[in-house]
C-alpha cells in the first residue's frame, strides 16, 4: 500500500517548456487536489476533482491544466514554464466528508529558469 | 470557512507536553476544526478533527472551548520527531478543499 506516489521527486525546466506531473493513489479515493507550496507559506490548492471525470479550480489555477485519467491518476501540465510556478508541489487524495483526513504525496519540488 | 489565527513559532522541551493555539472568532455553527501538521521535507498529514466536545487520538488531543472561538491542539510529551509546522483548519463543507494558513512552526529542544 504505498498510499499517494508522485513522479518526479525533482525537476528544473528552462522558461517557456513544458511539463507533466504525475500522482496516483492506491487508497481508492474519489477526490484528487494539487497544491503548490511557496518558501515559508502554506499550500494553496491549484485544482481538484471530486470524482473521475471532473475537475474544477482551486485558488490559483492559472498557468495550469490537469487530467483525472481514472479514479487512481490525477496530472497536473505547466504547459509553458515560468519562474513564477518555482515551487514544491504537492498532490493528495481523500474523500469529500469529514473527517476531512486527505493523504499527500512526498511532493516535486520545481525550479523554472 | 472561518479564518484561523496561530503564533508564528513555538518552542518546547522534549518529553514535556505542547500546547499549540488556534484562534477562530468568526467560526460557524457547523464548521469542523481540523489540524493537520507537516514535518520537514515532506507533505502535510492529518492529525485530528473536532466539532465541540474535546478529542483524543493516538497522536495528540484536541480542546475545544465553549464558544468554539478557540482550540488548543496538544502534544502530551513533545518528541523531536513532532518538530513540524501545525496547520489549524475550521470549516464545514467545501468539497475537501484545505485551506492552509501559515501554520506555527514547533522546534523541540532535547
Known amino acids: 500500500n504505498a498510499g499517494v506516489t508522485q513522479t518526479p521527486k525533482f525537476q528544473v525546466l528552462k522558461t517557456g517548456q513544458s511539463m507533466t506531473l504525475q500522482c496516483a493513489q492506491d487508497m481508492n479515493h474519489n477526490s484528487m487536489y494539487w497544491y503548490r507550496q511557496d518558501p515559508g507559506m502554506g499550500l494553496r490548492l491549484i485544482y481538484y476533482s471530486a470524482s473521475e471525470g471532473t475537475t474544477d479550480k482551486g485558488e490559483v489555477p492559472n498557468g495550469y491544466n490537469v487530467s483525472r485519467l481514472n479514479k487512481r491518476e490525477f496530472s497536473l501540465r505547466l504547459e509553458s514554464a515560468a519562474p513564477s510556478q518555482t515551487s514544491v508541489y504537492f498532490c493528495?487524495?481523500?474523500?469529500?466528508?469529514?473527517?476531512?483526513?486527505?493523504?499527500f504525496g512526498p511532493g516535486t519540488r520545481l525550479t523554472v529558469t | 470557512d472561518a479564518k484561523t489565527t496561530q503564533p508564528n513559532s513555538m518552542e518546547s522541551n522534549e518529553e514535556e507536553p505542547v500546547h499549540l493555539p488556534c484562534n477562530h472568532s468568526?467560526?460557524?455553527?457547523?464548521?469542523?476544526i481540523h489540524w493537520y501538521r507537516q514535518l520537514p521535507s515532506q507533505g502535510p498529514e492529518y492529525v485530528i478533527h473536532g466539532l465541540t466536545s474535546n478529542v483524543n487520538n493516538r497522536m495528540a488531543s484536541l480542546a475545544i472551548a465553549e464558544d468554539r472561538k478557540s482550540s488548543t491542539l496538544i502534544l502530551h510529551r513533545a518528541t523531536l520527531r513532532d518538530a513540524a509546522v501545525y496547520y489549524c483548519?475550521?470549516?464545514?463543507?467545501?468539497?475537501?478543499?484545505?485551506?492552509f494558513g501559515q501554520g506555527t512552526e514547533l522546534s523541540v529542544k532535547p
Open positions: 493528495a487524495s481523500g474523500e469529500d466528508r469529514t473527517p476531512y483526513e486527505q493523504y
Open positions: 483548519i475550521a470549516f464545514y463543507n467545501q468539497g475537501g478543499k484545505l485551506i
Open positions: 468568526t467560526i460557524s455553527g457547523t464548521d469542523y
